[in-house]
């Protein structure tokens, strides 16, 4: 799969599911180039640079009188002042693309004959299928690009008939319905916020799928590429974000990923699952979060029918988490990989020489032996609310067992992973007795739990405040920053917004102790600042941030770094110009 997707950097360009069938399987995903108004087809194993479609205006026009008007995930739209019109890309289909442009090129096609002198096409023939370009060389200025798998005639007759046929594509209609699901968003106060969450919902709607393979409804991927899979850490993201504007599709993504339940031998849920390769689902798993977010969807929905069935496969995949990871000290252990816990190299889990490039890393030996703070935290967590689903069923019986070994475990994770000294929650070796003296974001999370003794919350709130360890520029580190682990690769150090959100939440469960609600709304406001300022020079948001705020984002290390960031920086640029 990587091979498909080299030299693919940048923000996507597609067709949500939110709109109609989609199909993730065929690898058809478009990136924004540094190039002007130049898109890449990626996943089409041809290198990415040979791939392209350009759209531009009279080539004697001034693009100083170029201005973006319109940027999302799924439209473009450039308006020029001298011109009087408008340079157009929006998403009719999964598989079609129209616009207008005074001049339109598809790099490395050839021509297709015998469709009128109102109509030129081009084709190219790629390893997974064939992309037709149409134009209009009339009045109109109109085009049309067409992908299909398989069929040369099929995607002509796409192309032509968007663009030159009686029935073409009206692209101002298009586009109005493309933006019509965030002009429905309720309208901020603040403008430069109101912008950002368009932006955001629109990334949300572009990795947003139809039903497809063996998901028989909507489904969220983190990435339409590379990834291109359901994980369960992503998808209860998802949820959450969708579950403020259409509940209901969030109970869909919710049920999509706990189906594939059916899929595993022992019925965990997976953590990654493929529609069309379902044979392929793993038995292991994410860090759990989908009971919790799974009630606070039943909370909008109320559908009853949809928490019994899903209250079922949750309450199954517990159980096998409590019957594989826990241990006989009484709490929870990850089997040895980084992918269980969604920090994939976090230095809990793996072992960097130099920090400077830490591009190779080894695995800690005996991770297994580690008791953990946030997977015992989550599972715990998760049964507080199988406890309350069985409630809302009318189980009495099985929420007052649920609710006792949530109990139970928390007591646990107080008792046995705080260290006093340091006054914080850390991964603690089960065989020696030897707390792993690295301050993670995981020491925070034990605050979502009861019992907390006060004491502890604002002992925790001090170092959120501690510029030594988590008051950085850009809060929160995911390590903090006076370990001698701290750097900028991924979960070793930047800030990851999801796990801010989670911190927020732990935070706001601890509001009765003076200090907690005020650190969550400083913390949840800096997020949010962070995203802002970064959206408003880069044009796009990130999964995560230098906490030291110095590199631009995507911080990583090694010799590519540089290279990445100066054609992101490139690309974005061009999109930050205009409106979301």
Known sequence: RNELYQDCTGSMFAFSGADGPTNERSHFVAFWAPQRWTLRWCGMNVPAANSTLTAAFHPDSNVADETVEVATSDVLVVRHRTLHRDLVMVWARWNLLVGRADAITLQGASPVGGHGSTCGCVQRRTPIGWLVLCHDKGSTLQFAVAFDTGNLVAAIDAAQQATCGTAAVDVGDTVARRLAPLDALPTLPNATLDRLSKKVYSIARLNTLSSEGAVRQHWATPDKSPHQMEYPWDTAFHAWGQLEVRPKLAAEMLTSMLDASNFTNDGVIPSTFVPWLPQNAPSDFQAPLLCWVSWEVFQETQDRGWLGRSYLILARHIEW???????????????????????????????????????????????????????????????????????????????????????QLSARVHAQLWDEKDGYYYFLNSSSGEFLRMMSVAGFWPMLLDGVPPERVTRLVAHLHDPKLFATPAPLPTVARSDATFCRDMFRGPTWINLNFLTVRALERQAHVPGAREAAAQLRLRTIDLVARHYARFGS?????????????????????????????????LLAQGAA
């Open 321 to 407: 988490i409590l019957a594989n990871r826990g241990q006989r000290d009484g709490l929870l252990h990850y089997a040895g990989s980084g992918t269980e816990s969604a920090m994939d190299n976090s230095p809990v889990f793996r072992i960097c020489n130099d920090l400077r490039n830490c591009t190779r890393q080894t695995h800690r030996p005996n991770v297994s032996s580690l008791a953990a703070p946030d997977l015992s935290t989550w599972v715990a967590n998760e049964m507080k609310y199988l406890a309350m689903m069985a409630a809302a069923l009318g189980d009495s019986s099985a929420s007052a067992r649920w609710r006792v070994m949530s109990a």
């Open 541 to 573: 948001v990130f999964e995560f941030y230098d906490a030291l705020d110095t590199v631009p984002p995507p911080p990583r290390v090694g010799d590519a770094l540089e290279a990445m960031q100066v054609e992101v920086a490139q690309e974005a640029s």
